[in-house]
C-alpha cells in the first residue's frame, strides 16, 4: 500500500511558478513510478507527467512540455511537480499517483486526494 498527499497548490497569476509535492507514506514507493494527472472542470483527468522509479526516466503530455519539470526524492519519499509559466488552461486539481509499469502501458494503482491550482489571466 502506498499513501499519496499532495501540497503546494494554490493561486497564481498567468505566467507565474508553482511547485506541487507529494509526499508518500508506505514501504513500496521506491518500487513505483509516479505520475502527476490534473482534472479541470466539466473534463476528464488527463496525463500531465511521469518519473520512473529511479528518477531517471521521465515523459510529459505535449501541452506541459518545457515548462513543467517532474522530479522525486526516494530518501524523502516524495515526487514533485515544477510548473512554469502557468497558463489559465493549467487551472485543474491535480493529482499524483504511483504508478504499475512504465510508458504508455502504465496504470495508476493509487491516487492522493488533489490538489487546486488555479491560474489568473
Known amino acids: 500500500q502506498v499513501q499519496l498527499v499532495e501540497s503546494g497548490g494554490g493561486l497564481v497569476q498567468a505566467g507565474g511558478s508553482l511547485r506541487l509535492s507529494c509526499a508518500a507514506s508506505?514501504?513500496?514507493?521506491?518500487?513505483?513510478?509516479m505520475g502527476w494527472f490534473r482534472q479541470a472542470p466539466g473534463k476528464e483527468r488527463e496525463f500531465v507527467a511521469a518519473i520512473s522509479w529511479s528518477g531517471g526516466s521521465t515523459y510529459y503530455a505535449d501541452s506541459v512540455k518545457g515548462r513543467f519539470t517532474i522530479s522525486r526524492d526516494n530518501a524523502k519519499n516524495t515526487v514533485y511537480l515544477q510548473m512554469n509559466s502557468l497558463k489559465p488552461e493549467d487551472t485543474a486539481v491535480y493529482y499524483c499517483a504511483a504508478l504499475a509499469g512504465w510508458g504508455t502501458d502504465a496504470l495508476p494503482v493509487y491516487w492522493g486526494q488533489g490538489t487546486q491550482v488555479t491560474v489568473s489571466s
Open positions: 508506505g514501504r513500496t514507493f521506491s518500487a513505483h513510478a
